[in-house]
């Protein structure tokens, strides 16, 4: 099959590019705006997009109360979605009223963070504090803006529960990270393979 989304002619049930742009980590958002009320909030549209610096990015539909608690703090915490706590993720996705925690009804403990004001997610085995670099709404090619706001940070602290590390590094099958695939469906990083880079003619890596 073959359509053009300027139609979004698919004729399926469900549109299928989420599912095809799969499988997505997801941004376990904390925040905390300046009067002091606390956020958390899933987000699928998110990722690392720089290691120098340490840049992640999530992308809110709508100026929901973690985009906007982000921006007015310049902070915010990316906790790291598990397996075991899947229950609570999807608890913390429901539409609360804003202001509202949803560490409360999730059944989560607010954690204190060295260096921003949010909290993280004291059961998540690890969390990037951020300091908000931009925040912009992107445009298509029409030049029509789009009702995300997408939010990027520099990761200025981390946090790892040594219970997920072997041998010096995190090991996957024990962190089991949460990711997002298309419609309801989500999956688990807990069968991993290892492959190396080809090398150049020269020995030197590709």
Known sequence: MFYTTDTNDHGLPHDPFKAIVAPRPIGWISTRNR??????????????????????????????????????????????????????????????????????????????????????????????????????????LNGAVSENTIVIGEVVAIHIDESILKDGMIDMALAAPLARLGYLDYSVADEVFQMRRPRKPDGSDV
Not at 83 to 100: M, V
Not at 116 to 132: D, G, M, N
Request: proline content about 7%; aromatic content about 8%; some cysteine.
């Open 35 to 140: 009067a002091g009320a606390v956020n958390l909030a899933p987000y699928s549209f998110f990722n690392a997009i720089s290691d120098r610096p340490k840049l992640v990015m999530f992308s809110s539909t709508g100026m929901k109360d973690t985009a906007s608690f982000a921006i007015e703090s310049g902070e915010f915490v990316a906790n790291l979605a598990t397996r075991g706590l899947a229950r609570q993720l999807n608890k913390s996705s429901a539409a609360a009223p804003s202001g509202e925690s949803e560490f409360g009804f999730s059944g989560l403990t607010e954690a204190p963070c060295r260096i921003v004001a949010a909290p993280r997610v004291a059961e998540s085995p690890a969390a990037l504090e951020c300091k908000v670099t931009q925040s912009f709404r992107p445009e298509g």
